[in-house]
C-alpha cells in the first residue's frame, strides 16, 4: 500500500489539469502508460449504454454518467455523492484505481465535473482533455463505435474528503460567502439567464442571480472555433474583464452544479487550485436562499430610465446607512479612472475608493436616478472592452 501511494503522490504532484489530444495519443502509444483510464463524460440518451456504444467514441474509454454517480435522495440535479457512493462507483464499476491517471472528456459540457469530482474525493492524477473529442477527431486521431467492454475488473478505490473544504461549498456556506468581503462568486451561466432575461431550463424555477455573485459565462472560456481552452492570458483577461481576480478566493455557481466547474478548471489552470463549486447553485439556491440575497430579476427599462432597485439588485449592490443618509455600496476591481472621470462630467455624485488589495469599493448616493447606474455600467463595459 506504501508503494501505492508514493507512486500516486508522485503521478498526483505532476498531473497537468488540461492535456492536449497529442499529449494523450503518445501516451497510450507507449505500453509503459498501463495507468492511463479514459472516461468518456458525454451525456447520452436512454438507454445510455447502447447509445454510448453507437457513438464514436476514443479507444478504451469507458462511460462516466454524472446522473447515475449523484446522490439522487436530495431532490436537485446533480448533487455530489457520498465518498463511499464514489469509490464504489469508479472502483468496482469502471475499475479505476488510485494510481490511475484519469483522462476525462465529453460531447457536452461534464468533463469539468468529473475533474472537480476526482478532486473533491481526494485523487489529483485526473485531466481534461482539452478540446475533447471534436479536437481529437479534428487532428485524425483514430475513434472506435460498437459493442464494449461493460464490466471492468473491480479495484480498490479509497476516496478521502481531506479537500472538501478548499472545494466544495455547502447552502450555508454559500450564503457566508455572498456576505463576505474577502471571497468572490462567480456565476457560469449565460448573461441573459444570469440577469433573468431568460427563463431557466428548470421548470418552475424563478429566474435570477444570487446578489453580489459576478457573472462569467463558460462557453466565454473557450475558443469558439477549435472548443479548446483559452491561453492563460486570454483567461486571465476575462476573469479580470467579469470584476474577478483569479488570484482571490473564489466560489463558483451555475444553474445545477456543472457548468460552474468549467469556471474552478480556468481558475486552475491559472493557478487557483482552490477554487471552490457550490453543489446546489441555482437549483437550490432560488428556492431556499433568503430573498435578501437574491435578485430574481434582471435590469428593467422603465420608459426610457432603468429601474433603479431592480439595477441595484443586478450589480450587487448593498444599501448602507451612515450619518443619517442612505447610499449604495459595492466592491469591483480596481476602478479605472476614464469611469469616474466620465461620470464626474455628467454630475452624477458617485465615488470611488481603494479597498482590499487591488479592488475598489464604489458609493452611490441614493439621489442619482437610474440613468446614472446605466452609465456605470456602459462605462465599466467601454473600459473593460478597451
Known sequence: VKSVNNFQAVRQAVTPALVSSSWLASRLSNAANNKIRILDAGGYPAPVETSFAAAPRIPGARHFSVPECSARETGFSNTLPSSAQFAEYVGKRLGIGNDSHVIVYDNCMFAPRVWWMFRMFGHEAVSVLDGGLAAWVAEGRRVTSGPLKTVYQSVEFQ????????????????????QSASVQVADARSPARFRGEEPEPRAGLPAGHPLGAANLFFRSLYDSESGRMLTEDQLRKKFLASGLDPSRPLVTTCGSGITACHVALAAHVLGNSDAAVYDGSWEEFATRGPSDLKAESGPTLVGDEWSDPVLMQFLGAKKEKKDGNNFYQWTTLMCPRQVLDRLHLLGYRVSAMTGVGQTCIWTLHTENDGQALKSIIESRVASSSA
Do not use: Q, V
Open 159 to 178: 476516496a478521502s474528503e481531506d479537500k472538501k473544504s478548499a472545494l466544495y461549498r455547502s447552502f450555508e456556506e454559500f450564503c457566508k460567502a455572498l
